[in-house]
């Protein structure tokens, strides 16, 4: 043990020094009062053993000094004191004490007394690193080792305060991984876990040290940076970050692929509160999703006037269906070869009285976010359903009547049973049916129920398409592996043929990729005749778009069929 013995009587010091010393302890001399708090401070000391009397500030002084400097560290102190009456007990117990020795003092006695300081020592240290320890896992997250959520909490605050007295910048950083959901449900929750811990180690890399990492729960990432000179430095760091977390994993030989969406909030700078910090953070991460994801996006008042407008769109989606705001058109789709009418899409609008026409680029996202999407796809697929029971099907051979089908929707249980009802209800057969599904749809939500309700669908007979084929990054194994009967090209590699030599290499091969495959390609969006000319040229089957119809409503749907009318376009 590392005893500080402070007397000032020279004599007096030297031999206790002596006899402690004896018993295998290091002895730390102070000769005043002042001397041994000096050095309490400097080199902290397993016990403390004060003389009572001393010139300048006597022991009891002393111990009360120590024991304000540190209330947390207990050490333990002996008094020395030639007489020992009650008073002075319990005054030495009031300053802190918590032991006596009298002069003269027995070696014996010093020893036993030494030896159960030891066992209050040993049992503070003990406490100690327990405290640390729960604090350690308190404050972090079990699974990567960096701070979680709870201490995102204390430490914002404090970030955040000594921003303010450095009159500094901070930043705050959402991060939300783009594909962990299909990760997790495609390789399980142990690979899940092993991406997280990269991720966490990933982003350690791309921070300074100071620099506060955490993780607030499932896939979800918070960086405060303190002390930033310009917003510039924070705009590099979220650019870095999104670089590395793209970089491929290879987990237990898992090839992954995985990219990151990052919402940047400046503190004081548009945000001047810490709860505006945290909820303007959120308000860019949505953003960075909604722009495509594996990007970072900084906090405006613009970006917030947006999410204002997303908010109060998703609030009307509500009640769009009962108010009768959505309708169908449905646009043809043509053979090539034979200039004949050989199906139609079904498409979603909303008329809304103050926002006038949606676009469903935009509100079938917010259907599928808010959780409407069911309710809204059920509506969509028995109008259509309806709809299409009204038409003369029978005199267009082959008939394909396509319907986009959200993800989300065939992740329900019910859907299939659903699908059943409305066909059986409405007198189509599932041979007339095709489902689209965007490719982005099919390549992330891989799950095995997911998997089986597309065979199941397909089983019955209905056909399944893949839309907007080339902009999701598929893996040609899985695809594969679905029951997939049709690719549809999307439009702006058809607008891209006749801008670019790439474009039109690039449509060549996505039909040449599809017909090797045995399956039907449709291009999608052909709005110029030349357009429609390279496609005709390069043996394209089917395609759709502005130049061959506009969708139509369904009573011009069942005019086009009855009077069997082709495209009016001449090639
Ligand atoms: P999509 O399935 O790829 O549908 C084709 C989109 O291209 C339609 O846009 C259509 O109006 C548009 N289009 C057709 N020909 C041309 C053309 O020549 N030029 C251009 N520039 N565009 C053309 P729309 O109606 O705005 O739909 C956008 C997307 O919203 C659809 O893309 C589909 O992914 C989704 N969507 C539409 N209706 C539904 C629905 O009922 N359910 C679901 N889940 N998604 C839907
Ligand atoms: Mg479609
Ligand atoms: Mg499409």
Sequence with gaps: MKILVADDSKTNLALITDAINKLGHEVIPAHSGRQALEIYQENRPDL???????????????????????????????????????????????????????????????????????????????????????????????????????????????????TDRNHKKAALLFIDLDNFKAINDTFGHHIGDLLLIEVAKRLKLCVRSKDFISRLGGD???????????????????????NTLSVDYNIEGHHIKNGSSIGVAFYPHASTTRENLVLNADVAMYHAKASGRNNFQ???????????????????????????????????????KTNK??????????????????????????????GLINLLG???????????????????????????ISSRQLNQESFYQNVMNILRN???????????????????????????????????GIRISIDDFGTGYSSLVRLKHLPINTLKIEKSFIQDTIASKNGAIIVNCLIALGKNLGLNVIA????????????????????QGFILSKPLDSSSVKKYLEEKINTKVKI
């Design 298 to 336: 900084v906090f405006s008042e613009t970006l917030n006037d947006r999410y204002r407008k997303k908010i109060s769109l998703e609030h009307a989606l509500k009640f769009a269906l009962e108010r009768k705001e959505i309708f169908l058109t449905y646009q043809p789709i043509f053979n090539l």
């Design 378 to 404: 059920e509506w969509i697929l028995l109008t259509a359903c309806k709809d299409a029971s009204e038409w003369p099907l029978e005199s267009v051979e082959d008939f394909r009547f396509c319907i986009n």
């Design 524 to 543: 999608e969006g052909i709005e110029t005749i030349e357009q429609l000319k390279f496609l005709i040229d390069n043996e394209c089957p089917y395609g």
């Design 48 to 162: 403390i053993i004060l003389d009572v009397m001393m010139e300048d500030i006597d022991g009891f002084e002393c111990a009360k000094q120590i024991r304000t400097i540190d209330r947390e560290d207990w050490i333990p102190i002996i008094f020395l004191s030639g007489s020992v009456d009650d008073e002075s007990i319990a005054k030495g117990i009031d300053a802190g004490g918590d032991d006596y020795l009298t002069k003269p003092f027995s070696e014996i006695t010093l020893a036993a007394k030494i030896k159960a300081m030891q066992r209050i020592s040993d049992m503070r240290l003990k406490l100690f690193e327990m405290t640390q320890n729960l604090y350690l896992m308190s404050s972090t997250d079990s699974l990567t080792g960096v701070y979680n959520r709870l201490q995102f909490d204390r430490s914002i605050k404090e970030i955040l305060a000594a």
């Design 220 to 242: 979800e990432f918070a960086i405060i940076l303190s002390d930033i000179e310009d917003t510039k430095e924070a705009e590099q760091i979220a650019e870095k970050i999104i």
């Design 341 to 370: 009418i050989c199906g139609v899409e079904a498409l979603a609008s909303w008329d809304h009285p103050t926002f006038g026409l949606v676009s469903p680029n935009i509100f079938i996202p917010i259907a599928e976010e808010s």
């Design 426 to 460: 409405t007198n189509l057969k599932p041979n007339q049916i095709e489902f689209e599904l965007t490719e982005t749809a099919v390549m992330s939500f891989s799950s095995q129920p997911f998997k089986d309700t597309i065979q199941r669908l397909h089983n019955l």
